[in-house]
Nanobody, 113 residues
Framework: QVQLVESGGGLVQAGGSLRLSCAAS????????MGWYRQAPGKQRELVAT??????TNYADSVAGRFTISRDSIKRVNLQMNSLKPEDTAVYYC????????WGQGTQVTVSS
């Protein structure tokens, strides 16, 4: 089992920045990939960015060049979000992949125009 706790969401004006963090606990040695997903009202959950154990990263086209995923350690992953747009408004979820998916409780990000 893996437990994930997100922090850092909030309200920001368009063009601003926010930094999300995700702290993992439990069977962290079994985590293969960690990442961030988001879900806007009325839409499906979508991938934002992922990072592997060896540091390989992947980004959605909509955030590439604006968002940066990083890890402080095997237990903490961050998402630096710059040049935020109103369409980035969503609940952001931390994800950890082992032989199955684990999810955090989500953190709200609201970008005002």
């Amino acid at each position: 089992q893996v437990q994930l706790v997100e922090s850092g969401g909030g309200l920001v004006q368009a063009g601003g920045s926010l930094r999300l963090s995700c702290a993992a606990s439990g069977s962290i040695s079994s985590i293969l990939v960690m990442g961030w997903y988001r879900q806007a009202p009325g839409k499906q959950r979508e991938l934002v960015a992922t990072i592997t154990r060896t540091g390989g990263t992947n980004y959605a086209d909509s955030v590439a060049g604006r968002f940066t995923i990083s890890r402080d350690s095997i237990k903490r992953v961050n998402l630096q979000m710059n040049s935020l747009k109103p369409e980035d408004t969503a609940v952001y979820y931390c994800n950890a992949k082992t032989s199955r998916d684990f999810w955090g409780q989500g953190t709200q990000v609201t970008v005002s125009s």
